[in-house]
């Protein structure tokens, strides 16, 4: 199955192959959605881009505060987001890709919001200071003011869940197909944009919470992830970990659990890689 896809002017694809393509089948089994996703679906009117949504206080070796902007340039976010190029010098924080609260819906139209709505943003307003706290802990930050960035390595909903409205937990295998598809779709496009906006940011903090950090034998699926970038078998969150490994820009790095699991979230084990 061939998945076109259409991103700020360029044109590529990506394969699913068969056992992918049966799973995707069985979870949509509308032919005329089959036909959309693979032809409509990925485009460029359909990402959900960047936002700087807080600034972090830092004073005295302390998170005093996450500072809200003033105004507000997605005026359907729940939050006072801004365009991420006003903002440089950022800790920027990386999700996987936008899930069903990130869109509004209507009738068969979907039209993007912004990153982290929905649970995933109320965990990360009430207990992001947490990580941050423990990188200035850990001399990774000083004092300062710093704008919060929250990207998306694909800003396309690769759940799919437009088409089937189910849960991840019943649906979460078709979001891994996708995103691993996208990540290595023809000519690197998509890999590629998300460098080239994590490089735009001038990042003094990465905080890696793509899907899928593992609680256990956690060197080894790294290990495993530096020597082959598209084994299906790697969680996202290792696949976007050994990107910005490979990047060498000597980006400070701290990784932990999604937002959207909020046990997890505000009890990650931390890695430091940087």
């Not at 068969?18 to 996703?37: F, G, H």
Request: proline letters at 4%; glycine letters at 4%; aromatic letters at 12%.
């Amino acid at each position: 199955m061939i998945i076109h896809i259409r991103h700020k002017g360029q044109k590529t694809f990506t394969m699913f192959n068969d056992e992918q393509s049966i799973r995707l089948k069985q979870l949509v089994p509308d032919e005329d959605d089959i036909t959309d996703i693979c032809t409509k679906f990925f485009v460029t009117k359909n990402l959900v881009i960047d936002v700087s949504r807080y600034y972090a206080l830092i004073k005295n070796r302390k998170v005093r505060s996450l500072i809200c902007n003033e105004a507000k340039d997605f005026p359907c976010s729940q939050y006072f987001d801004i365009d991420p190029f006003k903002s440089n010098g950022a800790i920027v924080l990386i999700l996987e890709s936008p899930h069903k609260d990130e869109y509004c819906y209507c009738h068969d139209k979907i039209h993007p919001i912004a990153p982290a709505q929905g649970s995933s943003g109320e965990n990360i307003e009430h207990f992001l200071k947490i990580h941050i706290q423990y990188a200035v802990k850990n001399d990774l930050l000083s004092d300062g003011c710093y704008p919060i960035i929250i990207a998306n390595p694909i800003q396309w909903q690769t759940s799919l869940w437009h088409y089937h409205r189910k849960g991840i937990k019943s649906s979460g295998y078709i979001r891994n197909d996708v995103w691993l598809a996208l990540w290595n779709c023809e000519g690197d496009l998509v890999k590629n944009d998300f460098v080239k906006r994590l490089d735009s940011y001038q990042p003094v903090l990465v905080i890696n919470a793509c899907t899928g950090k593992s609680k256990d034998y956690e060197h080894d699926i790294i290990v495993k992830a530096s020597s082959d970038t598209k084994e299906a078998s790697i969680p996202i969150h290792y696949h976007v970990e050994n990107m910005i490994k490979r990047l060498k820009r000597n980006y400070k790095t701290i990784s932990i659990y999604h937002p959207a699991s909020l046990l997890n979230f505000k009890s990650t084990k931390y890695n430091r890689f940087y």
